[in-house]
């Protein structure tokens, strides 16, 4: 089993459609999570930053996390053509010195 | 702020021919140093990460060696490349249990 399943799409949505983003884990001890943006041909960009369970929200996106579920989610409202690109999730542990990613998911917003 | 600079955006190699790919960061000291490779279409694959100068983590022994000369700055190399080698080489940075911070990243073609 691998340590973080993501599916990997792709998701074609139209323009203005709420998207939902997830991945699941397997390791209990991870704290920290993560979503990633990837244009093509570009390096990952840095989305959104948990620490441990609850919501958080920036702008248009808001992340989740249910530790109980080993669950994580990443929500984009009113999507836009500008988002459509690899969404990564990945996630660590205090003190790990290495990060989990999902394998991305990769969306498409329609105009 | 901190900055990460990753050099050559693109390359193009013969097989059998030496590689080097060089990564620095900015505005940080003693940073967790990271290289990933991403094949078309994949997730990303963790090759070497580094805790500190000398200090090297092999995670796919392969045709590749990483070094870490100075504090700031990590290198990727090979003796000899192979076809497989192709692809999208990508140096990230993280410190004390932040997210990884991700490089523009170098396309590899090995012809």
């Known amino acids: 089993q691998k340590e973080v399943e993501q599916d990997p799409g792709p998701l074609s949505v139209p323009e203005g459609a709420i998207v939902s983003l997830n991945c699941t884990y397997s390791n209990s001890a991870f704290q920290y999570f993560m979503w990633y943006r990837q244009y093509s041909r570009k390096g990952p960009e840095l989305l959104m930053y948990t620490y441990s369970s609850g919501n958080k929200e920036d702008g248009r996106f808001t992340a989740q996390v249910d530790k109980s579920s080993k669950y994580i989610s990443l929500f984009i409202r009113d999507s836009q053509p500008s988002d459509s690109a690899t969404y990564l999730c990945a996630m660590s542990a205090p003190n790990f010195n290495k990060f989990y990613f999902g394998s991305g998911t990769k969306l498409n917003v329609k105009p | 702020s901190q900055t990460i600079h990753q050099w050559p955006a693109t390359l193009v190699q013969p097989v059998g021919s030496p590689l080097s790919l060089e990564c620095t960061v900015e505005g940080t000291s003693n940073p967790n140093l990271y290289w990933y490779r991403q094949a078309a279409g994949r997730g990303l694959q963790l090759l070497f990460y580094?805790?500190?100068?000398?200090?090297i983590s092999s995670e796919v022994p392969q045709n590749l060696s990483a070094s870490r000369p100075q504090d700031r700055q990590f290198i990727l190399s090979s003796k000899k490349l192979l076809l497989s080698d192709s692809g999208f080489y990508l140096c990230?940075?993280?410190?004390?249990?932040?997210?990884?911070?991700f490089g523009n990243g170098t396309r590899l073609t090995v012809t």
């Open positions: 580094s805790v500190g100068i000398g200090q």
């Open positions: 990230a940075w993280t410190k004390n249990n932040s997210p990884l911070h």
